[in-house]
């Protein structure tokens, strides 16, 4: 097949490629000047695009089947693309129409590989159909067996962007036709894939929800009747939640910081992720010992006796504890409240030395010979800072910091608290739980 002079039909709205039966409106008068030269040429031409203002290197020989009107005057024609054909150059022709040389090509013989290619490809575009719910479309592929006529059928796509057809055209080997078409194809269905993914997580979420709302309901309902509410049943957790806090003995900032909260939780759907965080703070909040303290007993002498029935030696540490002890009895003599001073009534020991020379136990002296509760609080092997400062509120399954849960462990607030194994404290990318122990301190 020679190389031959054709008119050329700019396609300025889409791309033809063979097989592709269509109706083209002649608008302009280029592409009526076109079907005129046509009409002297056994009434085929060549469909060439034109994006962005440049033509294709590859235009479709198409074949006039039919002319006519549309609803308006507007003449069209009815072509069938036969073949590709590699553009070449101009030439002088009749009237405005612009003539080029084409030559045109067939599909080689379909390779094992172009074979393979083309069921794939075949597969994947049913899936598509079988998506998006028009499964019957596959049946245009019934009638098409030929690999290269199936990587055509992608100019059916209203999806696929001009420049892609393009490109499809251009496309004149066969497995590197397949190929392209059968990446496209595949993204396309990823996309669908993840979409009916997403929908129905969200669906079964939203059942879920409602399931779980309705069932809530009816939980509620019988421990009414049963006379069983707690404080996870709706407007009763409020009210709870407010007996708790009457209850309280705890300094005023902290009981507004409360009742901001029980506002925002009764206001806050129970189906809201920001009402489980709510609940889970209060709930923190009212276990610990607001206004349960320890009565301390500054005895020195007994406080000696017991230092020394506990512990063998250990008399530099022993009196330095007793020095601390007998400040501490000296400044409650006096009337010295640590509030008028500006300073905290906290202490803050060091006690360092080789495992097993006493150092916890030396810790549980001090709390029973003060009357104080004591709880030991093991930091070895702690790397998350959230574990002393407490993780964030929003955190599935946040819980309080170390220091909070050994407080609510004690009873009191003011215990006896050990930090234990401090020096095996670990900072990596999660972060400086040294740094954080320090704030929490100070």
Same mark, same amino acid.
């Given at each position: 097949?020679?190389?031959?002079?054709?008119?050329?039909?700019?396609?300025?709205?889409?791309?033809?490629?063979?097989?592709?039966?269509?109706?083209?409106?002649?608008?302009?008068?280029?592409?009526?000047?076109?079907?005129?030269?046509?009409?002297?040429?056994?009434?085929?031409?060549?469909?060439?695009?034109?994006?962005?203002?440049?033509?294709?290197?590859?235009?479709?020989?198409?074949?006039?089947?039919?002319?006519?009107?549309?609803?308006?005057?507007?003449?069209?024609?009815?072509?069938?693309?036969?073949?590709?054909?590699?553009?070449?150059?101009?030439?002088?022709?009749?009237?405005?129409?612009?003539?080029?040389?084409?030559?045109?090509?067939?599909?080689?013989?379909?390779?094992?590989?172009?074979?393979?290619?083309?069921?794939?490809?075949?597969?994947?575009?049913?899936?598509?159909?079988?998506?998006?719910?028009? *499964?019957?479309?596959?049946?245009?592929?019934?009638?098409?067996?030929?690999?290269?006529?199936?990587?055509?059928?992608?100019?059916?796509?209203?999806?696929?962007?001009?420049?892609?057809?393009?490109?499809?055209?251009?496309?004149?080997?066969?497995?590197?036709?397949? *190929?392209?078409?059968?990446?496209?194809?595949? =993204?396309?269905?990823?996309?669908?894939?993840?979409?009916?993914?997403?929908?129905?997580?969200?669906?079964? *979420?939203?059942?879920?929800?409602?399931?779980?709302?309705?069932?809530?309901?009816?939980?509620?309902?019988?421990?009414?009747?049963?006379?069983?509410?707690?404080?996870?049943?709706?407007?009763?957790?409020?009210?709870?939640?407010?007996?708790?806090?009457?209850?309280?003995?705890?300094?005023?900032? *902290?009981?507004?910081?409360?009742?901001?909260?029980?506002?925002?939780?009764?206001?806050?759907?129970?189906?809201?992720?920001?009402?489980?965080?709510?609940?889970?703070?209060? =709930?923190?909040?009212?276990?610990?010992?607001?206004?349960?303290?320890?009565?301390? =007993?500054?005895?020195?002498?007994?406080?000696?006796?017991?230092?020394?029935?506990?512990?063998?030696?250990?008399?530099?540490?022993?009196?330095?504890?007793?020095?601390?002890?007998?400040?501490?009895?000296?400044?409650?003599?006096?009337?010295?409240?640590?509030?008028?001073?500006?300073?905290?009534?906290?202490?803050?020991?060091?006690?360092?030395?080789?495992? %097993?020379?006493?150092?916890?136990?030396?810790?549980?002296?001090?709390?029973?010979?003060?009357?104080?509760?004591?709880?030991?609080?093991?930091?070895?092997?702690?790397?998350?800072?959230?574990?002393?400062?407490?993780?964030?509120?929003?955190?599935? %399954?946040?819980?309080?910091?170390?220091?909070?849960?050994?407080?609510?462990?004690?009873?009191?607030?003011?215990?006896?608290?050990?930090?234990?194994?401090?020096?095996?404290?670990?900072? =990596?990318?999660?972060?400086?739980?040294?740094?954080?122990?320090?704030?929490?301190?100070?």
């Amino acid at each position: 097949m020679g190389t031959r002079v054709l008119p050329v039909l700019p396609l300025t709205t889409g791309v033809v490629l063979p097989q592709m039966v269509v109706t083209l409106a002649l608008e302009t008068p280029e592409a009526r000047a076109a079907w005129a030269a046509a009409s002297g040429a056994d009434g085929e031409l060549v469909l060439l695009p034109r994006v962005n203002g440049s033509y294709a290197r590859v235009g479709t020989i198409a074949k006039v089947d039919e002319a006519g009107e549309l609803r308006g005057g507007v003449p069209a024609l009815v072509v069938r693309g036969l073949r590709r054909a590699v553009i070449g150059v101009g030439v002088p022709g009749s009237g405005d129409t612009l003539w080029v040389q084409v030559d045109p090509t067939e599909d080689q013989a379909p390779t094992e590989r172009a074979i393979e290619l083309a069921r794939e490809y075949r597969l994947v575009v049913e899936a598509i159909l079988e998506h998006r719910g028009a *499964g019957r479309l596959a049946e245009l592929f019934q009638g098409v067996s030929d690999p290269g006529a199936i990587a055509d059928t992608a100019g059916y796509w209203p999806d696929l962007a001009v420049e892609r057809k393009v490109e499809l055209l251009e496309t004149i080997d066969v497995e590197e036709r397949l *190929g392209k078409v059968l990446a496209w194809a595949r =993204d396309v269905l990823g996309e669908l894939e993840l979409k009916e993914r997403i929908r129905s997580d969200v669906t079964e *979420g939203m059942e879920k929800t409602q399931r779980e709302f309705l069932l809530r309901q009816q939980l509620a309902a019988i421990r009414k009747e049963l006379g069983e509410g707690g404080p996870g049943d709706g407007a009763d957790a409020v009210e709870e939640y407010r007996r708790r806090l009457s209850e309280m003995t705890m300094p005023d900032s *902290g009981r507004q910081a409360i009742e901001r909260e029980l506002e925002r939780f009764e206001r806050t759907s129970e189906q809201s992720p920001e009402h489980g965080w709510i609940r889970t703070w209060l =709930d923190t909040i009212t276990e610990l010992p607001w206004g349960q303290r320890s009565e301390d =007993d500054l005895d020195v002498a007994a406080a000696r006796q017991v230092l020394d029935a506990d512990h063998t030696g250990l008399s530099d540490v022993k009196d330095r504890i007793v020095e601390y002890l007998a400040v501490r009895k000296l400044r409650a003599d006096r009337g010295v409240a640590a509030a008028g001073t500006g300073r905290g009534d906290g202490l803050i020991l060091a006690l360092v030395g080789p495992p %097993g020379v006493g150092k916890t136990s030396l810790g549980e002296s001090v709390a029973r010979s003060l009357g104080r509760r004591f709880v030991r609080v093991a930091l070895g092997g702690v790397r998350d800072e959230a574990e002393i400062r407490g993780h964030r509120r929003t955190y599935v %399954g946040a819980l309080p910091g170390r220091i909070v849960r050994a407080i609510r462990e004690a009873g009191t607030m003011n215990p006896v608290i050990l930090l234990d194994e401090i020096d095996k404290l670990g900072s =990596d990318w999660r972060g400086d739980p040294t740094s954080a122990l320090l704030e929490v301190l100070d």
